[in-house]
């Protein structure tokens, strides 16, 4: 197998539709925008064929302020400089889908497309007054943030959950547990998207099937390298926004998870 360093998840499924990806890590919101509704997309002109492996781990999203900054509340970015996540990055499509269901634009403020090292460090710098990150906690680059600077995560009301999940319905609601980052004492509610694995229409089912099984007979030593796959479990695997290969599905029958 060779591992590609991509900028995200919209990359990863141009480059799974040109053929240039056999494999892709992806999350579930760009996945539906790519196989669903690539006719309204800004990042795909036509639908990418794909199939699903397995479900992986959630990613919520964070919204990360300094504590004393004035921005307490989701609106109170208006008229800020934000970061909103790296250009083809899967934290940008998901912050432009947050803000849209809560009828803030990129208008109403000024958008920064940044990665999550360079937002952070603009945060520390104090040239941006918040910055949004999609991905599991604890996130290794606001801990580091937290240990040198006294910082907040913005939560989201569950009137503004509901009206994003309204029109979004595969962000689900989640809470990043107070304790999780230094200073912040507080449990936050955010949304979040599963991420998942995917694949090329032309992965022969023989393939999909042993890396499948390959993924969850391995389970623990997953496990060790990175805490997130004890998410990963064969209960959640198989509901996936996009149809599951059918070399997957057989491994899944086998262990009884599929019908």
């Not at 208006?78 to 934290?91: D, F, K, L, M, W």
């Not at 009137?159 to 547990?177: C, G, N, S």
């Not at 599963?194 to 999909?208: F, N, R, W």
Request: charged share 20%.
């Amino acid at each position: 197998m060779t591992a590609e360093s991509t900028g995200g998840t919209v990359e990863n499924m141009k480059m799974l539709s040109k053929g240039q990806a056999d494999l892709a890590t992806a999350s579930a919101d760009v996945v539906h925008e790519a196989y669903t509704e690539f006719a309204s997309s800004k990042h795909f002109k036509e639908k990418v064929d794909m199939y699903a492996l397995f479900n992986m781990y959630q990613q919520p999203h964070h919204i990360v302020t300094l504590q004393g900054s004035g921005v307490n509340d989701i609106a109170d970015i208006r008229g800020e400089r934000v970061v909103v996540g790296a250009p083809g990055s899967g934290t940008e499509v998901k912050t432009r889908m947050l803000l849209d269901s809560l009828d803030i634009t990129y208008r109403d403020f000024r958008p920064e497309f940044l990665t999550f090292a360079e937002g952070v460090e603009a945060l520390q710098d104090g040239t941006v007054e918040a910055t949004f990150l999609g991905v599991n906690y604890p996130a290794p680059a606001i801990m580091s943030l937290a240990l040198t600077n006294p910082i907040d995560l913005l939560s989201l009301t569950d009137d503004q959950v509901t009206t994003i999940r309204t029109r979004y319905p595969f962000l689900d609601r989640a809470v990043i547990p107070a304790g999780t980052y230094k200073g912040v004492d507080h449990d936050t509610q955010t949304v979040s998207v599963q991420t998942l694995v995917v694949s090329s229409t032309d992965l022969s089912e023989e393939t999909a099937y042993q890396i499948v099984k390959a993924v969850f007979e391995n389970k623990e030593e997953l496990e060790s390298i990175n805490h997130a796959f004890k998410q990963t479990t064969l209960e959640n695997a198989t509901n996936t926004v996009v149809p599951l290969h059918p070399g997957a599905a057989r491994y899944f029958r086998e262990v009884g998870v599929l019908r």
